[in-house]
């Protein structure tokens, strides 16, 4: 491609809208324009890009005996309203009427569409198991899209849906989509980490999330090097650490703790530490309220709190007039003793002795509380966020968290979907059974903007060889001297010839503003014609090298070749 012909806008300046690296880069390098929050055009180097990892995941997906189809985006309610979905994603959901006022969305993921396809299609048990997906546009109206591709309100995303008459099947359905994913995130260039995840709204036995790390994902990762556990914060399972208290049974006491809310007030007003302290907080689960306690030291996870309770809405915390209505006392001396609603308590609250509780009473706080005579928890789990230096629940060592990108996650549905949807097919036994299903997806779009969190310098992107929107460059540093120019123009049409996807920079522009979009666009190969082409010699240069090799025109091109058959 001539880069004079080439739409290729690319700004100096980081453009204000952009928060971080991959999301400037891809406006600085001319690939994406916003057109409204979360919604953007591709302009040719980004659609370029997009469509090779479109392909890549093609590609494995297909070798993995997935069949592709194309479902609409444009869909008739009917399908969420049978399964119940219709109202649970609320705001999210962009819905719409068609002329005659049927009620429509834009899809944001297509577990019944694809349930009903194959209600409508398989004939036989006979065709089962299979695997259907589809490389798709999905509509999601996030309430605070950001980051550019990385939480858009319309991206695109491979969605996959496994069919099996066996749970059996659908193990080793999950397993050809887990090792699928292995070599699409590998081929793609990511440093990836495979964590167990929650299934949250989507129910079933377990999924796990294709984690990119990067100090810019939203998601927590709760790691150990040591033995390769790994699990999404909201996931990780958290081992008792035990701390210091008072030894004995110490006789039980009511303080004054004027104005003390918050642990820092209460610690720094009674000389202890936070972890003598038992936080008590009131959550509403559902249509019931619930009292949550854990270490003074700790926080409570709400997506355990969720699953524990079995509650349909996320828990939130109760009002302030209910919490003055159920402990008689102002936010912040909430405590167990003689509490009306029931007790949730983290496993590590069993192991405080004399410790310090809110006393319901505005103010005022116990302390020396035992679990036994003062008080006892109705439910005792393992309730609370994993921390830094944790121990390793599997094998002891010290935890370690990060921050990370989710690119891929992959979901053990079960039958919520064929039962709601009534897909039924004759099992071994010639009974009528529900489908097993799982799913799984990738964000197409996000994946670009992390190769590029994964991959940049203060030059600009550094693609992955697989998904760089074109492959080498060839820049003449003198676009007044014929004899470079010809030579670029010669070079050029070999390396085209060779099968390699060129530009060619023939733009009246001085070579250091050629260099520095080449760098920008992260192009991975810039051949050089210069003053030395009279002597047949080039500069090659890889992306990441900090001087360039100089080498004869076909040495360069069999070189850049060889670069991109691996
Ligand atoms: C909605 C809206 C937002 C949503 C969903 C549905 C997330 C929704 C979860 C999934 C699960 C899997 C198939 C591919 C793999 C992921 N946000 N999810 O279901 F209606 Cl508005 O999408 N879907």
Redesign the pocket.
Known sequence: MRMSKLLMPTLREVPAEAEIVSHQLMLRAGMIRRLAAGIYSYLPLGLRTLKKVENIVREEMDRAGALELLMPALLPAESYQASG?WEV?GD??FKLHDRSGRDFCLG????ELFTETVLNEVRSYKEYPMTLYQIQTKY?DEGRPRFGLMRGREFV?K?AYSFDLTKEGLDKSYKAMFDAYCRIFTRLGLDFTIVDADSG??GGSGSQEFMVKSPVGEDGIAYCDACGYAANYEKAECIVSEKQFPEGDLPLEKIDTPKAHTIEELTEFLGTEPHVFAKTIIYKADDKYIAVMVRGDREINEVKLKNLVGCTDDPELAAPSVVRELTHAEVGFAGPIGLEIPVYADKEVTFMKNFVVGANETDRHYRNVNIGRDFEPDVVADLRLVEEGDVCPRCGQQIKTAQGIEVG?I?KLGTKYSDALGLKALDENGDMTSVIMG???IGVTRCISAAIEQNHDENGIIWPRSIAPYQVCVVPVNYKDEQQTEAAEKLYEKLLDSGLEALLDDRAERAGVKFKDCDLIGIPLRIVVGKKIGDGIVEFKERTMPEPELKSIDEAISAAVDYFKE
Request: charge should be neutral; aromatic fraction near 16%; proline fraction near 6%.
């Open positions: 979905r994603f999210s959901m944001p993921t297509h577990e999601r995303m969605d709204a989507m996650h979901f799913c799984y997806g």
